[in-house]
């Protein structure tokens, strides 16, 4: 099956006992059994069945087959957040003394996240995306995994997958990827090389907003070394699953950062239009993007899917024929980003991307305002930067709708 139709009609049901077509909201806390002996087999991991919807629930379930079966892997974990999502995924393999080379150019909330991890004694190295020279220069005896973003956010590099996947499997270590901006419409990590791929389901999955939460999936494939991983010593039995068995038997289910029913099932209603909202975001973004070069030479535009981008030759590779929706556009000050911003009438000023809605945000003095400069400059963020979000709005309108608060705009010196 292609895309959408996968989407539809994968290999998974609704409820069969009553013919609903979606799994329904099992908005329950606790799960009865008939007997001692039942109970004691889930526990023990002997028997099918659900305790506590904290350990498990059957509509995070049919999530979690959803998107297991959307990125092609073996099994998949879904989390209160992207963030949770992020701190399971690290946290079932690391402790402490504990190494991780990772991009530099990330959200600004994994880098928050990494700084906390010093805490415990893991030291993350940043360098730049695609440096297959420096991710080797930073890896050494202590180095567990290597992390990117597939397109980074907010700076819209595109990292090649294959050739960092194969760098880390040279050094024995696993590679997790972050697709939540390119979403496995555009590209499925796993099938490229990478070991676990994670996805912060509140954007593009969902959709509409109206939930937050993270999902892990595992491809399976890692052989986890167990002197250079010894938590996964006693789960090595269970072959292919022997992550999230460590991540379910343990930290997942220890930390309590369980998704709620509801929202689960809200991300199994939205992910069912994935394909065609991505489509038209994506075309809505190029041809915005497009707008922007032509029609404003005073600001520089990033995207992906511009042959002046930097990683385009990357992505036309592992895209194909679309380059997401997010693009970034710098002003000239931070000023006149403010400007342009606050005189835009359909898009919503909001923290977040992968909307029905387009959204806009100045990441500089919201997203990234724990970061350092240094930080900030390797995120590609700056002081006159404006994130946009791209929705599945008519792009006649978006576009009218952006030429007036352009105009509107004074052109000025950046402040970087």
Request: net charge negative; aromatic share 10%.
């Amino acid at each position: 099956m292609k895309f959408n139709t996968a989407l539809l009609h994968g290999d998974f049901q609704g409820e069969l006992n009553t013919g609903a077509t979606t799994t329904p909201i099992y908005q329950s806390s606790a799960f009865a059994h008939e007997s001692a002996e039942r109970l004691e087999k889930i526990f023990h991991n002997q028997a099918p069945g659900y305790s506590y919807t904290r350990i498990s629930n059957p509509t995070v379930d049919a999530f979690e087959k959803r998107v297991t079966a959307l990125e092609g892997g073996v099994a998949s974990v879904a989390c209160a957040s992207g963030m949770a999502a992020l701190y399971n995924a690290f946290c079932n393999i690391l402790r402490s003394g504990d190494e991780i080379v990772s991009s530099a150019s990330l959200y600004g909330g994994s880098i928050d996240l990494f700084r906390d991890l010093e805490a415990f004694g893991i030291t993350t190295h940043y360098v730049e995306n695609n440096d297959l020279a420096a991710f080797e220069a930073k890896t050494n005896e202590h180095t567990r995994l290597y992390f990117a973003e597939t397109i980074g956010n907010p700076r819209l590099d595109v990292t090649d997958i294959t050739a960092l996947a194969n760098l880390a499997h040279e050094h024995q270590v696993p590679l997790i990827i972050d697709n939540t901006v390119a979403t496995a419409f555009l590209v499925k990590p796993l099938s490229l090389g990478a070991d676990i791929v994670m996805n912060s389901s509140s954007k593009y999955i969902n959709g509409h907003s109206n939930s937050i939460s993270g999902i892990i999936t595992d491809s399976g494939r890692f052989k986890w070394d167990v002197e250079k991983y010894p938590g996964m010593a006693d789960f090595k039995k269970f072959g292919p699953f022997a992550y999230t068995a460590k991540l379910r038997n343990g930290l997942f289910r220890n930390t309590g950062a369980c998704l709620s029913p509801q929202n689960a099932f809200y991300n199994c209603i939205g992910l069912e239009t994935l394909g065609i909202r991505m489509e038209r975001i994506c075309d809505n973004a190029a041809e915005l993007a497009r707008f922007f070069v032509r029609e404003y030479p005073d600001v520089t535009v990033n995207y992906p899917g511009l042959e002046s981008s930097p990683w385009h030759e990357i992505a036309k590779k592992q895209f194909k024929d679309r380059f997401g929706g997010i693009l970034t556009i710098r002003t000239g000050s931070k000023k006149r980003a403010f400007e342009i911003i606050n005189a835009l009438k359909l898009p919503l000023i909001i923290s977040n991307i992968g909307d029905t809605k387009t959204l806009v945000i100045h990441p500089e003095s919201t997203l990234n305002v724990h970061s350092t400069p240094e930080e900030k400059r390797d995120a590609g963020v700056f002081d006159d930067l404006i994130r946009i979000s791209v929705g599945i709005e008519d792009v006649e309108d978006l576009i009218e709708d952006f030429r007036q608060a352009m105009d509107q705009s004074k052109p000025e010196k950046s402040e970087e």
